[in-house]
């Protein structure tokens, strides 16, 4: 599976394409075709069926997937794009943290 440098979870930032300068948080990724889904990001319109919910079915809102390259990791801490490093840990654990402040970016 290919790695991708978003995760879920992540704060991320658009910065290309008709959106740039939005940011989200990744509800899902989709390692196998480098997509990630943002919250309130890049929304489109499905057709959904008649549920319990929506019984009366039609067309909703729902989010799109963008583009890992279109996309980066906001950190927290310079509260803008951050330079992801990789760093392991002593038990081998594989943790992105922010070039810029050393901020870990995987805590949970
Ligand atoms: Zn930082």
Redesign the pocket.
Known sequence: MAKLSVKKGDRVKVIAGKERGKSGKVLKTLPSKDRVVVEGLHMIKVASKKTQTNPQGGIIDREGTVHVSNVTVV?P??DGP??VKNRRTEDGQRIRY?G??D?DLDKE
Do not use: G, I, P
Request: charged residues 20%; hydrophobic residues 10%.
């Open positions: 950190c801490t310079c951050a330079k922010c810029r402040c901020t």
